[in-house]
């Protein structure tokens, strides 16, 4: 039976989970691959019992050396940053005819592209499934599964740690820095939540559902990205009374800048009710129509299944370019228009004075920007009231003058909120 | 540049639009392949306009002519019914040396192994995507993108016209014959339902699920089987008040006959919230934990955007072993037990009589089966009444002795209705 040698660069939680899985269900792998899986090389900051027996297994004190190693097919490579060791491992390991996998968003965000073109050029495979969605198997969906669509739209819930704020906001109308401290508290968001509440992991993936969707070359730099800090307990009771939850949604739409946002979407929408920390991906396409895949986004053991998934693709035999097709055939993402969900939602605290809602109207009517419906929610006499502007449809640009003209005016107290109403997820 | 030659037998809804993407998005298709994919055969009943251009595609009289030409590469079968044509098709074009894709799941589930076996002997590629789920990568998913796990239960809501009809009743309140009678005039449902609302539709995908995802041989008649006709009005709004919804799920785990049968499922998981006529495939697993897709379950673009994907995977070159694994090391699946759900929901009609329900509760008592809950519903005066109950867990073997049980009481009108509530999904 065929053999293939397996190194692990970084054994943190889900290095340690994809060494354990390797040593402790060898027989059950060998049988799904077809052949057998030898953990032959690991490399970590510290020797310590992970929960597998290390015997046979090389230790090796620097993960770079394991790039030039014979007895290796397959680097997988878990350490992360997308600098570095890292891109230097995964580099020199295909440069040196091995195969790469790795669970390294950062990285295929902003090297994918040379890193590809390595690849084939040593006739190797580069696979990053475990980068997008954890445990959801969100790159083969696309790359293989719809592989015969046109794709109109990838959009979804691509941060599990946003989408259990949002969640926990909308669930028990508690404000975004009470959930964020319980969060960070509980171990469910970083001590430095920037990453994730600023919308930049999720960017880093949009980009890689993007490249693959529309054949283009990966490029980190064009995804805009909004995070969720500025959405108040104020914003979720708004859209809630309005029908709609608030969620952060990375959304690549052909013609259009990748984008992550926070976004309104329906109540009674398949991804308005994905909720905690669940990850999900919809993708819109003829002749498809729509595909909703959901599950963990993030753990050991999800992102282990999508790393070991891309291992036993590789001892199949299973060969595929990394972002679908030849990097030779991929086009340059040169669109320069953000995705334009048509309708909005406009949020702004002004002083409760008489003429304010007609000076703001003339300003909405100036930009062409046609109103839907009004909301206005007062805290106390005297003091500042929330208005709230739901839109008909229009274009960004309108809207982002709009709200720059009605920055400028003394009326309005604080930051002017405007999020997309996404109607076709 | 490759190319590869498909011949298309059947240009039913399926067929046409496979063809007619072939011919009218060939740029698209073959940057996607990375080969040009040649349309050069078709057979069909009659000879009309499909919205394709017939030039340079030759018309078979004889769909089984097709397995013996040297031109073809890739036959697809898209004729249906398990015996017949289109199994002559298939056995004679992998024997010959042909890639054969088929969106038949009688086919599969009748012949799979026998077909897959074929295959390997000849080193083509049988391919059957779009046999589970329509639009649904349902296969793709279970083999490629979960390979690394141990599959714990895969269930699934695997008809539409199934899930649409309780929906409605479930929506509306309407009857069972009454929904059926509307989707058979809007077209939704055959005149002669039966291979649908009796089940036989979903356990045809079930069987091919359950072969893929447990490593065994294909075996339609392991297959247990119930259908919706005996769900009731009453029943939807007693499960209602229940807190459950009533969904026909097609479910395999490991060590348990695959099973399609209606259930109860919490109104607030995932699965219950998938209405009308979309598919949906849950799988459990370790390390994944769980994952959930869904879309259309059938229809021409759903169901071609599978058959393509097939196309695509064969003219890339991904070679796959139809069941996952070599046919050899298929397991004979010999297992006896069917799913036990644990709890049960029981729901009969008696007459409303003094000592009735001392009788029924000692029936149950007797047979161990421990009463959760009761609920009765009178219609009117002396009218027999509805007697539920959902018990705690039990076993199946005890559910149905109980049940016949009590249909020997003369104080039981009509059928007792065992649903089991499905807790795990």
């Given amino acids: 039976m065929k053999e293939v040698n397996i190194a692990i660069a970084g054994l943190g939680v889900v290095g340690g989970e994809v ?13 799904q691959a077809g052949a057998k899986l030898n953990l ?22 620097d993960a770079a050396s394991l790039a030039n190693r014979d007895d290796i097919d397959i680097v997988v490579e878990l350490i992360g940053r997308s600098e570095g060791v890292a891109l230097d491992l995964c580099r020199n390991a295909l440069k040196s005819g091995k195969h790469v996998v790795t669970a390294n968003k950062a990285l295929v965000a902003h090297h994918g592209h040379e890193l590809a073109i390595c690849a084939e050029e040593n006739d190797t495979q580069l696979c990053f499934e475990a980068a997008v969605a954890g445990g959801i198997p969100a790159i083969k969906l696309l790359r293989e599964g719809l592989s015969a ?3 109109e739209l990838v959009t979804g819930i691509l941060n599990g740690t946003c989408n259990y704020i949002l969640t926990e906001m909308t669930q028990t109308g508690r404000s975004f820095d009470d959930v964020l401290a319980e969060a960070q508290a509980k171990g469910y968001a970083e001590a430095e939540p ?20 529309y054949g283009q070359k990966i490029r980190f730099e064009s995804v805009q990205m909004a995070g969720i800090r500025n959405i108040s307990d104020t914003d979720i009771g708004f859209a809630a009374d309005l029908g709609y939850v608030i969620k952060l949604l990375g959304t690549a739409a052909r013609y259009a800048l990748p984008t992550v946002q926070p976004c309104l979407i329906a109540q009674d929408t398949q991804l308005a009710k994905i909720d905690g920390a669940l990850n999900a991906v919809a993708y819109k396409g003829s002749p498809v129509q729509s595909i909703l895949c959901t599950g963990p986004g993030a753990g050991d053991g999800p992102t282990a299944s999508a790393v070991l998934a891309d291992i036993i693709d590789i001892a199949r035999g299973h060969r595929a370019f990394p972002f679908g097709k030849p990097a030779a055939s991929l086009l340059d993402a040169d669109i320069q228009k ?42 106390s006499d005297n003091a500042p009231v929330h208005l709230v502007f739901t839109t008909h449809s229009t274009e960004h640009a309108y809207v982002r003058a709009a709200c720059n003209s009605l920055s400028g005016e003394k009326f309005v107290a604080g930051d ?7 109607e076709n997820v």
């Fill in 416 to 422: 002017i909120l405007a999020l997309p109403i996404m």
């Fill in 149 to 151: 669509n046109d794709i």
């Fill in 40 to 61: 032959v090389a690991v490399s970590a900051r510290q020797v310590r019992d992970r929960g597998f027996s290390m015997d046979g297994i090389s230790f090796a004190e």
């Fill in 19 to 31: 060494a354990r899985i390797l040593c402790n269900d060898a027989d059950r792998l060998k049988r």
């Fill in 338 to 379: 953000p995705v334009d969900a048509g309708r909005y939602y406009l949020r702004m605290m002004v002083k409760d004075e008489i003429g304010v809602l007609n000076t703001v109207t003339a300003i909405l009517r100036d930009h062409d920007i046609s109103v839907e419906s009004m909301l206005q929610k007062g805290r």
């Fill in 194 to 213: 920037s990453f994730d509440v600023d919308g930049i992991d999720a960017a880093h993936k949009l980009a890689i559902l993007a490249a693959i969707a």
